[in-house]
């Protein structure tokens, strides 16, 4: 019950007194579950007892939070991941694309942080390993 009260605060899916009950407009609780379903699939790419994560989603380093915050983007963009209990495969694809994007930008800034993604550091490393080749061919 927690996590459902969780998604439908940080979703803003509520309307107080439950929504239209007509099928035009669809309930607020009809937005809710959707965003549970898309949650409940999201959650297999950080895996569990019996399915590994993607290798660049662990829990410990905050997967969930990432997906969370890359969905809230996109949802208004593409809408949601799964209808109906089937997977939207196209959707999905672009969710991964953003995903692995933002796991990219992530990944390149901590090795700017580290001053090791830099073009000193670059050429540097080029030049010495040149130097050390010809060192092991026997030429100076």
Same mark, same amino acid.
């Given at each position: %019950?927690? !996590?459902?009260? =969780?998604?439908?605060? @940080?979703?803003? +899916? ?8 007509? &099928? ?8 809710? @579950? ?36 890359? =969905?809230?983007? +996109?949802?208004? @963009? %593409?809408? &949601? +991941?799964?209808? #109906?209990? %089937?997977?939207?495969?196209? +959707?999905?694809?672009?969710? #991964?694309?953003? !995903?692995? !994007?933002?796991?990219? !930008? ?5 090795? &700017? ?11 540097? #490393? %080029? ?14």
């Amino acid at each position: %019950m927690k !996590l459902r009260k =969780y998604l439908e605060v @940080e979703f803003n +899916v509520s309307i107080p007194g439950g929504g239209g009950g007509d &099928n035009t407009n669809p309930a607020p609780n009809d937005a809710l @579950e959707r965003i549970i379903d898309d949650f409940v699939f999201m959650c297999t790419f950080v895996g569990n007892d019996f399915l590994p994560h993607l290798p660049t989603l662990s829990i410990r380093e905050g997967a969930i939070d990432l997906l969370i915050s890359i =969905y809230k983007k +996109v949802l208004p @963009e %593409m809408g &949601n +991941v799964t209808e #109906n209990g %089937m997977v939207i495969f196209t +959707v999905t694809a672009l969710f #991964n694309l953003l !995903l692995t !994007l933002t796991k990219i !930008l992530l990944i390149r800034s901590i090795l &700017n942080d580290w001053n090791v993604f830099s073009i000193k550091s670059a050429s540097w #490393n %080029m030049t010495s390993s040149k130097r050390d080749t010809k060192r092991r061919k026997g030429t100076t």
